[in-house]
């Protein structure tokens, strides 16, 4: 009984995934439970750190800080990993820049993976797990600029916070943005999810094309030089295209 139990939380967890933010109505249509052993399911699983109630509608149910603290956990062990460590340290000593590595999580949020800091006393700094909005940050922009347009379309059409006055919150002008994104090979982050933070992006692609990752340079706007953008966008570029070479080889 005790397993039956486990195994029912572990599929509902699941099912959070594929469709959050998710209501209790919905998840008791899917498995054809109980109401009420689905809600004393998901608060079991809430008060373990699994799942947390959506900001905005607490009727809705998503993904916990402790899955995606235990996913770069798991990831430091796998292929991606290995290969994306000795390119961001040569990154990080040309530059003497922080320098990410992020992965996302479906259309919700890139997580940090991995981390190589520069030695400078002020830098930038993210947590191993900490997570970051898509639209807001040069990791996001790389890896949604290279998603399907399908995708695209369904992440602008959702609620594009803002977290300064430099964010992009309009949908026409974010699929302009990740067009030039696109274009170019990379993205940049300029104030626009952190104040005085940038960065530079470029995506980590498999053999299809699809985004698997993005590595990112970032800095205090003190030490950004737009005039050096370019250059700083094409090592990045290089960068992650070493990670993906390594990575498939």
């Known amino acids: ?19 959050q933010p998710v209501t209790v109505g919905e998840l008791t ?8 052993t689905v809600q004393r399911t998901l608060v079991t699983l809430a008060e373990a750190g699994w799942l947390r109630a959506n900001r905005r509608d607490t009727t809705r149910w998503e993904i916990g800080a402790r899955v995606l603290s235990v996913r770069p956990a798991a990831l430091q062990g796998s292929s991606l990993f290995a290969a994306a460590r000795e390119p961001m340290v040569r990154l990080r000593d040309a530059l003497n820049e922080t320098v ?7 259309l919700q949020c ?13 830098r930038t700094f993210h947590t191993i797990g900490d997570t970051s909005p898509l639209h807001a940050t040069a990791a996001g922009r790389a890896v949604l600029a290279h998603l399907p347009h399908s995708e695209i379309d369904q992440f602008s059409a959702g609620v594009l916070e803002g977290y300064g006055k430099e964010t992009i919150t309009d949908p026409s002008e974010l699929r302009a943005e990740l067009r030039r994104v696109r274009h170019r090979g990379y993205a940049v982050n300029r104030n626009q999810y952190r104040p ?12 299809g094309g699809s985004p698997l990752a993005a ?3 970032s800095m205090p706007e003190s ?10 966008g094409r090592m990045v570029v290089d960068t992650a295209s070493e990670i993906t070479t390594r990575y498939l080889g």
């Open 1 to 19: 009984m005790e397993m039956k139990s486990v195994t029912r939380s572990l599929r509902i967890l699941e099912a959070v995934a594929r469709h």
């Open 29 to 36: 249509k899917i498995f054809g439970l109980p109401k009420s």
């Open 100 to 106: 990410h590595l992020a992965v996302p999580d479906a």
């Open 110 to 122: 890139m997580v940090v993976v991995d981390r190589v800091d520069c030695d400078h006393p002020v």
């Open 196 to 207: 005085d933070v940038c960065a530079v992006a470029a995506p980590v692609l498999d053999a």
């Open 215 to 217: 590595v990112a340079a």
């Open 223 to 232: 030490r950004f030089d737009p005039a050096g953008t370019a250059e700083l």
